[in-house]
């Protein structure tokens, strides 16, 4: 998980080891990645939260034929799967 809230300069991503970081396999969640343009441009997934009032929405937006598949599977759901699953 990284927290980029309080990056000043997108350049302090190469200071901390982030570059080497991110090659490894695994899952990284980034909250505020505009702060680091050039980490966008590395991301697979993108997930937004949105929230009004009491409603919350949920997007999921994605890259490259692995993102692609789980998509469209998420896609292929119904509803009603959906609301079960959670998701």
């Known amino acids: ?3 980029l809230y309080r990056l000043d300069d997108p350049g302090e991503l190469e ?5 080497d970081f991110l090659d490894e396999p ?12 050039v980490l ?8 937004v939260l ?3 009032g009491e409603r919350r929405t949920l997007s999921i937006n994605g890259s490259g034929k692995a ?3 789980m998509l ?11 609301m079960r699953e959670g998701l």
């Open 67 to 69: 993102a692609s598949r």
């Open 40 to 47: 966008m441009k590395r991301l697979d997934y993108e997930i």
């Open 26 to 37: 695994g899952l990284v969640l980034v909250e505020w990645p505009e702060k680091a343009p």
């Open 1 to 3: 998980h990284l927290d």
């Open 50 to 52: 949105a929230f009004s």
């Open 15 to 19: 200071f901390l080891g982030l570059p």
């Open 72 to 82: 469209a599977s998420l896609s292929a759901l119904s509803i009603d799967e959906r």
